[in-house]
């Protein structure tokens, strides 16, 4: 039986990753050509209706977009608080204030924030590293040492993330964190000190052993592969599929007058 928290297997999941790359690429694209609430929040809507065709159900979502939130929502709030004011006052704390067109303007930052991690959050859940690996090296043709790093650096979120927990479990038995918003506050950016450094520390150790056992010496062209990686039409609907949420973002947004070219 599986897990609630698991990806189920789907041929949207199975698909190339240079596919799903492609569509995260147009994605962001998009959703940086203009800050408003109505393009944003129609892609955020788009791409959580299509989680069930990648095989990422809610629970699966929740437990890998905690950082996702982490950061989307301190955005929003910090856009609100100071970003330019218009329209009427909601909210007046002596220099701070929130206005109706402040709170659009978070609302849209934060919604952007998560349309645009969003596609990556469905790239980390339903992508192999090795497959990762063999699409960037067969079908972009990237340089060896960058595949190697970007492969290292894919199996190690999940240790990352593994240890993180670990270090709650420490710190908690040790009576550290916990106690109100700021001792939770220094309990999270203590813990993202002693992961940076252990991050750190078990990149250089990789990066060693890699140049160790000679990745990314020799000629890219005698290459042999293992597992062939290749674009085929499936690969390229899921793109197409990329293209048309991003365009039917933009369109909303266009008519509803709030899309505008960040560049004018």
């Known amino acids: 039986m599986l897990d609630a928290g698991e990806v189920r297997s789907t041929p949207l999941s199975r698909a190339n990753p240079v596919a799903k790359l492609a569509v995260a690429t147009v994605l962001a694209v998009g959703l940086l050509l203009s800050v408003d609430v109505v393009t944003a929040g129609t892609a955020v809507l788009l791409e959580l209706l299509a989680l069930p065709l990648v095989g990422l159900g809610a629970a699966a979502l929740a437990r890998r977009s905690a950082l996702l939130a982490l950061a989307a929502v301190p955005t929003a709030v910090l856009t609100a608080l100071v970003g330019v004011d ?9 220099p701070l204030t929130v206005t109706s067109g402040s709170l659009e303007a978070g609302a849209a930052v934060g919604l952007r924030v998560v349309a645009i991690a969003l596609p990556g959050v469905v790239l980390l859940a339903t992508t192999d590293p090795t497959d990762l690996g063999d699409a960037l090296a067969q079908v972009l043709r990237l340089p060896a040492r960058f595949v190697l790093a970007a492969l290292a650096a894919f199996r190690v979120v999940d240790v990352l993330g593994e240890e993180w927990r670990q270090l709650a479990l420490a ?37 060693t052993a890699m140049e160790a056992r000679g990745f990314g010496a020799g000629p890219a062209e005698r290459r042999t592969w293992a597992r062939p990686s290749r674009m085929g039409g499936a690969d390229w609907l899921v793109v197409a599929g990329g293209v048309l949420l991003a365009a039917l973002a933009t369109t909303a947004g266009v008519l509803a007058g709030t899309w505008r070219l960040l560049l004018t």
């Open 171 to 207: 710190r908690r038995a040790r009576g550290l964190g916990g106690g109100g918003p700021v001792a939770g506050a220094r309990d999270v950016a203590g813990r993202t000190f002693v992961l940076l450094v252990i991050a750190v520390r078990r990149a250089t150790v990789l990066a």
């Open 86 to 94: 218009s329209g009427a006052v909601l909210l007046a704390a002596g």
